[in-house]
């Protein structure tokens, strides 16, 4: 089954540049929208974006002047790129698979999120 | 401040069904899919429901999920020690054009 994994750096200092990389292993990126999710120490979720495998993105509006997700179907793996970081930006990252789905008549990326990876803790500090 | 609403906490006992709401508003909820995440303690989400009311393989029949309007509900029926997680409704959510997630529950089996 697909399997999803997170690497990256665990510590960015602020005002830098937070990448992050997920790889796909068990089948390909070739299909499906892919996602990065967030979670704050003891908070909840924030969908962060999601990309196609053609190369389409949608990301988060209060996030969308600093994001950036590629993707590298050549190496099963896409990547997340978050600039200015500050405390607040301090989160364990989750990517996950996006589901597409169509609902009312229209249709979107970001149906549900399975699987996810383990996720990896960035720490913003300096 | 989260646009769909949970209460932060929910509680039963073993073998009790309890039930999870979740409140959004009809650029969400009520004109697209709920889907239910459920986080067990240290580990990443995992889906627990799909598509309002639909449970992917593997998932126990005593999770169950419904929608009636803007809002969503998660049961739980023959509570166990090993359901005690964190929950998270989510939704599509056509103002924000993004996917949307509650504030999450913590259950807790005493």
């Known amino acids: 089954q697909v399997q999803l994994q997170e690497s990256g750096p665990g510590l960015v200092k602020p005002s830098e540049t937070l990448s992050l990389t997920c790889t796909v292993s068990g089948g390909s990126i070739r299909s499906y929208y892919w996602s990065w999710i967030r979670q704050p120490p003891g908070k909840g979720l924030e969908w962060i974006g999601y990309?196609?495998?053609?190369?389409?993105?949608n990301y988060n509006s209060s996030l969308k002047s600093r994001v950036t997700i590629s993707v590298d179907t050549s190496k099963n793996q896409f990547s997340l790129k978050l600039s200015s970081v500050t405390a607040a930006d301090t989160a364990v990252y989750y990517c996950?698979?996006?589901?597409?789905?169509?609902?009312?008549?229209?249709?979107?990326?970001?149906?549900?999120?399975?699987?996810w990876g383990q996720g990896t803790l960035v720490t913003v500090s300096s | 401040q989260s646009v769909l609403t949970q209460p932060p906490s929910a509680s039963g006992t073993p073998g009790q069904r309890v039930t999870i709401s979740c409140s959004g508003s009809?650029?969400?909820?009520?004109?697209?899919?709920v889907y239910w995440y459920q986080q067990l303690p240290g580990t990443a989400p995992k889906l627990l429901i799909y598509r309002n009311n639909q449970r992917p393989s593997g998932v126990p029949d005593r999770f169950s999920g419904s929608k009636s309007g803007t809002s969503a509900s998660l049961a739980i029926s023959g509570l166990r020690s090993e359901d005690e997680a964190d929950y998270y409704c989510a939704a599509w959510d056509d103002s924000l054009s993004g996917p949307v997630f509650g504030g999450g529950t913590k259950l807790t089996v005493v």
């Open positions: 009809s650029s969400n909820i009520g004109s697209n899919y």
């Open positions: 996950a698979r996006a589901k597409a789905d169509c609902s009312g008549g229209s249709c979107y990326g970001g149906g549900w999120f399975d699987p």
């Open positions: 990309i196609h495998y053609s190369g389409s993105t």
